[in-house]
């Protein structure tokens, strides 16, 4: 089965690749990623949202997270947002990413989702995922920036 519904038994497995993808985020810059905290976020998303996996040769070489919310601007409109995307590089242009985004579209539908949300993060200087995503019918909605407001590494709480 190359993707399916993720099961305790594999975050583990999603947190290590979290970590690998945190790794090449902007973000990294600002705040060290912590495989524990990572591994308690993915639990908790997997409590109240889903995470789905891809598997080749048995392997999980991939996963999308991804959770319900209503809209700031009326919460009464439900939109499916994806967390994070990945797929180990060496499984990348294969279909199995695409099949973890299908795998979401039917969730966020089951779910009642009036919209998803997904993101097109910069990974070494590249978006990866955009022209997937657009050739797919998604369109850009908005962009996100970032900017360091201290010099100081975040020194975050960790979450119990």
């Known amino acids: 089965m190359p993707v399916r519904p993720a099961t305790k038994a594999d975050l583990p497995t999603i947190a290590g690749m979290g970590s690998s993808f945190f790794g090449h985020t902007r973000y990294a810059r600002f705040v060290q990623a912590d495989e524990a905290q990572i591994l308690y976020t993915f639990e908790r998303i997997l409590e109240h949202g889903a995470v789905f996996v891809a598997e080749i040769d048995g392997r999980v070489v991939g996963f999308i997270a991804c959770v319900m ?16 995307w990945w797929m180990h590089p060496d499984a990348r242009g294969r279909p199995e990413g695409v099949r973890l985004l299908f795998a979401f ?9 009036n919209a998803i949300c997904m993101s097109d ?21 908005e962009r996100t920036f970032i900017k360091e407001l201290t010099n100081a590494r975040h020194d975050h709480q960790k979450a119990p």
């Not at 993060?121 to 909605?141: C, F, H, K, N, T």
């Open 69 to 84: 919310h209503g809209a700031w601007f009326d919460p009464s409109f439900r939109i499916a947002i994806e967390t994070s």
């Open 105 to 113: 579209e039917r969730w966020a539908k089951e779910q009642g989702a």
């Open 121 to 141: 993060i910069r990974l070494d200087e590249e978006s990866p995922a955009g022209d997937i995503l657009e050739r797919l019918g998604y369109q850009v909605s």
